[in-house]
Each structure stands twice: as C-alpha cells, then as structure tokens.
C-alpha cells in the first residue's frame, strides 16, 4: 500500500466477506479500492487514508453480486394480471403481443429503472436478455446500454433473438420475428460496437438466441460460430419446461440438452437459464462440457413448472450462478431475495443439510462471475473489480442474531442494500439511488408501461 490516498475506502465492517481464493472473513474489516479496482483488504489497524472514507459499522460487506439471467424491459408489463394463470407457454403467447410495442425509448427506460432496482439488491453485474426486436424498432440493445453508462453499472447485455414464429411452428408472432441473417448482422455489429475484452471491462456482450422454440436449428448453429470467431459467450434458456420437452421431441426427435449439444453450444462458452429438467446423464454432459447455469428461484417458484436441481448440478461442478429473470415472472428483481431463494430452495429439495448461507452467496458472485467467463469480479483482493455492497445487519430485522452475520444476511431482512458500489463509484448510497434522475425515467416509465396496457386492453 503507498502512502497516497486511495479512492474510496469502506472501513470498520462488522465483517468482510471477501470469497477470495482462501475464504477470508476478516471483522473490523476494510476494502481500499482506487482507479477503478480493489487496491487493499485487511483488518483493524491497517487502514490506508482515502479522499472518501464510507463507515461500514453495523454492517457485511460482500462482492457485488452478480446477476446471470434477466429481461429488463419486461418491468414494463410486471405482474401483469391476464398472464397469470396457466403455463408458460400461455404465459408467454399472452405477452408477445404487447411486448411487440418495444422500441428504443422503451428499451432505454426500462433498462434504466431496471438497473436502479438491482443496485438496490445488491447487484453490480448484470447481465440481460433482450429476445424482442420488433420490425422497425432501432436499436434496443444500444439503448440499454446507454442507460447502464450513464448509471455506471457493469454490464452484459446478450443479443437475444427469435426467428422461428407461429407460421413456422415456433410460439412467436411473425410480429417479434428476424430472419437469421438479420440476427446475425446485427450480432457482430454490436461485438463490435460495445464489446470490451479487457479485463475490468464495463461492457461485454453475448449471443443469446433465445430459446429452442422459438428459433431454428440453423440459428443456433450459426450463432455459436459466431461465437466462437468473434470469442465472446454464448446464452440461451434451456430445459426450462416440461413442455419444452415434448416441443423439441415432436420438433427435433430428441431432449432439449441433446438439441443444445446437435446444434454445436456443448461448450464452456455457453451459459443457460434455468436447466430444471436435467436428467442425470444430462447433468454429467453438463459437467463434462463446462457450461453454466443461471438460477432463477422466484421464477421458478412463480412460473411453477419445478425447481432447478441445484444441488446435483453443483456436485457434479458445473457452474451455477443466480438469476432473477425478467420482471414480468420475477416481478421483484432482487439478487438479495434470489439468493435467499436458493438458500431456501435447496433446503426445501435436499433437506436442511443441502446448503448454507455461504454457499448461496458464492453462487451469487463467484458462479455468477464463472457463467460470465470472468476472474475479475466476484471477490474481493488485490487487482479485482472495485464492486462492492454494504449490508445493512443491525436494527429491528436483526435483533439476536448474533451467531453468524453471514448466515444472518441471507435468512433475516428484508434487506436492501445500504451502499452499492461498482468500479469504485456509489450507486446507492444510504438506501438511496445517488443518479439525480430517478423520478423523472419513473414518469417516463409509467407512461409507456401505460400506453401498452391501453393498447392491449383497446
Ligand atoms: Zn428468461
């Protein structure tokens, strides 16, 4: 540590939980970060002097937490009431027509609030999911990406993409549709628009065709060619019901995973939403291949067609990360409460003994950052990504728990996040989001989620 002074300096923890390679939990803790990366982490004592010093007492600090699955501009249509009922297949026909709606504006917006709310649970990663890219809608995945800059929120926004509609035997109307070439073009053009490589990097993008009914077999080959020429990572949603079953098994004469491997994305550069329906020779191809899985607990809980088998998929070490899904089946988007969720899940699977606290929040950042092919998020040391959240464990949620705040975190609250910090700056700062414009994009916001609910009900 040099004698000048660093950025920010979060100082005096309850605990710094820190998921480096050896675990460290250090009381009294402090994490130094300067220029954008952690520059020091270490116990009472040791503290270097800072321009900004943020007191953590009352509180754990953790990695940021990572979201690995997520469709933003759904917020425009949360909790939206005639989707309730009947399976996602319904679910899905009940919102492709309103969603057909989307344009930059509304890409741009909901990104934007999407964004705040996850900065409030804790997330400072974010990937998301953008399938819907009506005729004539600009560009949707230029615009969130300008909301998450002018945030300056880390971001992996995935070309999404359909192709197979209606007339095609695929769910979507023609309306929500590309042709592959199109989807194609427009995949290298963003690389290489927005992509950064680098490590610390602020924006990443992937391919992510959207999901086996929904495009064709030669989309998705195509696609993870693509990939792999341009290196960047590839997302899909995957054995996400059981009616995705009998789809790819009248469609394609095999199971959704053994579609995934004919099409050419068995690989560690591909990471999956979901993955509930694995069998257990799936699950060691899983394993066999390197490819992650993005947990989604609410979604899977709302949706209710049955919950991811974390737990085996864990043993067999595949990379599970947690995901929150878009905000119209998970219409709370809360990595806190998603991790919680898991905690609970596997529990309620495997017994009281299938996973701890700790556990959940390594899936959190490390599996998270692991879905993301990255090493420099999801733990706190020397050299890693300046991201960062201050817990809040004091006050009427936590009164007597006094045995273990890491356990405490994810099993009291609700909790939302009290500091969240991303490459060294605060985006949330005392439970409040620090971007002056909050009040106005909500106002946006309700009139576009407004003008859709008329036109839909019209
Ligand atoms: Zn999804």
């Not at 290489?192 to 009914?213: E, I, N, Q």
């Not at 993005?294 to 899977?300: D, I, K, L, T």
């Not at 070490?317 to 409460?337: E, K, Q």
């Not at 950042?365 to 692991?370: E, K, P």
Request: with cysteine; net charge negative.
């Amino acid at each position: 540590m040099t004698t000048e002074h660093v950025g920010l300096l979060i100082a005096n923890a309850d605990l710094v939980v820190t998921m480096d390679d050896d675990r460290r939990e250090i009381p009294g803790g402090w994490v130094a970060v300067n220029d954008g990366f952690v520059v020091g982490v270490g116990g009472p004592g040791e503290e270097p002097a800072a321009h900004d010093v943020v007191a953590a007492n009352g509180c754990v600090v953790t990695p940021g937490l990572v979201n690995t699955h997520h469709h933003m501009y759904q917020n425009l249509t949360r909790s939206f009431a005639p989707a309730l009922s009947g399976n996602l297949f319904h679910w899905l026909r009940t919102l492709y027509p309103v969603w057909s709606r989307l344009d930059e504006e509304a890409a741009y917006v909901s990104a934007w609030i999407g964004l705040c709310e996850l900065a409030l649970g804790g997330c400072t990663t974010t990937t998301d999911h953008l399938y819907v890219h009506p005729r004539n809608s600009g560009d949707l995945i230029s615009a969130e990406i300008r909301a998450a800059t002018e945030l300056g929120f880390r971001f992996h926004p995935t070309r999404g993409s359909m192709s197979l509609s209606q007339k095609d035997g695929g769910l979507p109307p023609d309306s929500v549709v590309q042709s592959d070439d199109e989807i194609l073009a427009d995949s290298e053009r963003l690389v290489g628009l927005h992509h950064d490589p680098r490590p610390g990097a602020m924006t990443r993008v992937a391919l992510a065709p959207c999901s086996p009914f929904s495009v064709t077999p030669d989309l998705m080959r195509e696609t993870a060619v693509l990939a792999e020429r341009l290196d960047v990572r590839l997302h899909t949603h995957l054995a996400e019901d059981a009616d995705e079953d009998s789809f790819c098994l009248e469609t394609f004469g095999c199971r959704p995973i053994e579609h995934f491997e004919e099409v050419g994305w068995a690989s560690d550069r591909a990471w999956v939403a979901h993955c509930i329906f694995p069998d257990e020779t799936e699950i060691g191809k899983l394993s066999q291949w390197g490819t992650g899985i993005a947990h989604c607990p609410s979604s899977n809980q709302l949706i209710g067609a049955g919950l991811a088998p974390v737990r085996e998929l864990r043993d067999a070490g595949i990379p599970v990360g947690i995901g929150c899904d878009g905000s119209a089946s998970t219409d709370c988007a809360s990595l806190w409460l998603e991790t919680r969720g898991a905690l609970l899940l596997a529990r309620l699977r495997g017994g009281a003994d299938a996973m701890m606290a700790r556990e959940a929040l390594e899936m959190a950042t490390l599996g998270g950052a692991a879905c993301l092919g990255r090493d420099d998020i999801g733990s706190l040391s020397v050299g890693k990504a300046g991201d960062l959240v201050v817990w809040p464990v004091n006050g009427v949620a936590f009164a007597g728990a006094l045995t273990d705040p890491v356990e405490a975190l994810l099993r009291c609250g609700p909790v939302v996040a009290k500091h969240t910090v991303v490459r060294g700056q605060l985006l949330v700062k005392d439970g409040v989001l620090t971007h002056p414009g909050v009040d106005e994009m909500l106002g946006r916001h309700r009139g576009i989620a407004r003008e859709w609910l008329d036109a839909a009900t019209a």
